[in-house]
Nanobody, 120 residues
Framework: VELRESGGGVVQAGGSLRLTCVGLGRTFSFYTMGWCRQGRGSERECLGAVSRLDGATWLSDSVKGRFAVSREGDTVYLQMNRLAPEDTAVYYC????????????????WGQGTQVTVSS
């Protein structure tokens, strides 16, 4: 079972990036999938997810209006716009069997993470 992230990198403030995560080894379309991040010296923060049941999306208030989460089958995306230096973090794909993720989502499965660095 693997969650494989891609799309991280270095971007200037105000720019955009799209992260992609592919779930491998099981039918992840049966699972809720989403994204969390951890900046240096910060706690891990979950940002958004797509429900396994009906595709409903949840986004944290901290990124609402700038980020969007979407999925196609076993692949989940995080579109990040108007990036700021405080968005610099390792971004993790995550998954679990929860029905409707929301604030406090604590997924069971994690990818290795992809670094996003936003320069000022």
């Amino acid at each position: 079972v693997e969650l494989r992230e891609s799309g991280g990198g270095v971007v200037q403030a105000g720019g955009s990036l799209r992260l992609t995560c592919v779930g491998l080894g099981r039918t992840f379309s049966f699972y809720t999938m989403g994204w969390c991040r951890q900046g240096r010296g910060s706690e891990r923060e979950c940002l958004g997810a797509v429900s396994r049941l009906d595709g409903a999306t949840w986004l944290s208030d901290s990124v609402k209006g700038r980020f969007a989460v979407s999925r196609e089958g076993d692949t989940v995306y995080l579109q990040m716009n108007r990036l700021a230096p405080e968005d610099t973090a390792v971004y993790y794909c995550a998954s679990d069997a929860s029905r409707y993720p929301g604030a406090g989502w604590s997924p069971d499965y994690w990818g290795q993470g992809t670094q996003v660095t936003v320069s000022s």
